[in-house]
């Protein structure tokens, strides 16, 4: 595609529930990261994928939170047990090559009631 | 451990005035700085990086390792320029994962 795409844009889930967060990077491109982005904050780092190969998710903020890149393109972040804490926008990136910049995807606002 | 430092939260500046967005940071290593810019509901898009020593929209950073800054500059603000500012280090010993700041929030009024 011509951009990085996330969906849904907009995810409301009741505590407890299990949510799962897709990004579709640039055609091509290695590297994808995923952030989480607080209210008023800037992003956070969670973790980076070269390929299909999960290379750090030293950001990941518990074991309730997982990421998968199987085939080395599509990548989906799931969280586990929502709690309200994990309200946050999560954001997609992906270059090709980790020396560029990226290019960010639109994210997905997670709201946790 | 590295860190990366907006100290302004908001700035506003009138139409055709100076701007001057400050960034410091704290990296042991040898860094490289960018400048993320996001519009209103647009997505977070790359402004400039400090190795590309190179002007867009106006705007121009110079990364001063002795001050351990990277400020954004702009000699003449217009409104189009109203948007969020990250600044953010790329550790050159990672996979490439960046350290952000916290934003600036720019406002031009005319």
């Known amino acids: 595609g011509a951009g990085v795409s996330q969906s849904p844009r907009y995810k409301v889930a009741k505590r407890g529930q299990d949510v799962a967060l897709r990004c579709d990077p640039i055609s091509g491109h290695v590297s994808l990261f995923w952030y989480q982005q607080a209210l008023g904050q800037g992003p956070e780092f969670l973790t980076y994928?070269?390929?299909?190969?999960?290379?750090?998710k030293s950001g990941l903020p518990s074991d309730r939170f997982f990421a998968e890149r199987p085939e080395g393109s599509v990548s989906t972040l799931k969280i586990q047990r929502t709690q309200q804490e994990d309200s946050a926008v999560y954001l997609c990136?992906?270059?090709?090559?980790?020396?560029?910049?990226?290019?960010f995807g639109s994210g997905t606002r997670l709201t946790v009631v | 451990a590295q860190r990366v430092t907006q100290p302004e939260k908001l700035l506003s500046v009138f139409k055709g005035a100076p701007v001057e967005l400050k960034c410091n940071y704290s990296?042991?290593?040898?860094?490289?700085l960018f400048w993320y810019v996001q519009y209103s509901r647009q997505r977070l898009q790359l402004l400039l990086r400090h190795i590309s020593r190179e002007s867009i929209k106006g705007f121009t950073a110079d990364l001063n390792k002795g001050e351990t800054s990277f400020h954004l500059k702009k000699p003449f603000a217009q409104e189009e320029d109203s948007a969020m500012y990250y600044c953010a280090l790329r550790r050159t010993d990672s996979w490439g994962k960046f350290q952000f700041g916290a934003g600036t929030q720019v406002v031009v009024t005319p």
């Open positions: 990296y042991s290593g040898s860094p490289e």
């Open positions: 994928f070269q390929n299909e190969a999960q290379l750090d």
């Open positions: 990136a992906s270059s090709p090559d980790r020396n560029y910049g990226y290019t």
